[in-house]
């Protein structure tokens, strides 16, 4: 969004907020989670910044073992 990020902004209230809905959000069940599809293998003809873009999204709906989404790997 190209919002400056201050540290003033990261609070116990802000952490407790996010982290109940953290919670809340891994408390879901399976059939209430939304499902991300896999982007498609990418090929020459796809533009990059889409497929990228899907990838990541993917990528940040699985949980990897340290219970974070993949994205972090990346």
């Not at 990020?5 to 953290?22: H, R, S």
């Not at 809340?24 to 796809?46: R, S, V, Y």
Request: proline share 7%; charged share 25%.
């Amino acid at each position: 969004m190209g919002l400056p990020i201050g540290p003033a902004l990261f609070t116990v209230e802000v952490l407790q907020v996010w982290g109940d809905k953290m919670k809340a959000a891994n408390d879901q069940k399976d059939g209430e989670k939304p499902t991300i599809a896999a982007p498609l293998a990418f090929k020459k003809d796809t533009k990059w910044r889409v497929w990228k873009e899907q990838f990541q999204n993917y990528l940040g709906s699985k949980i990897g073992q340290c219970k974070a989404p993949l994205t972090f790997v990346i």
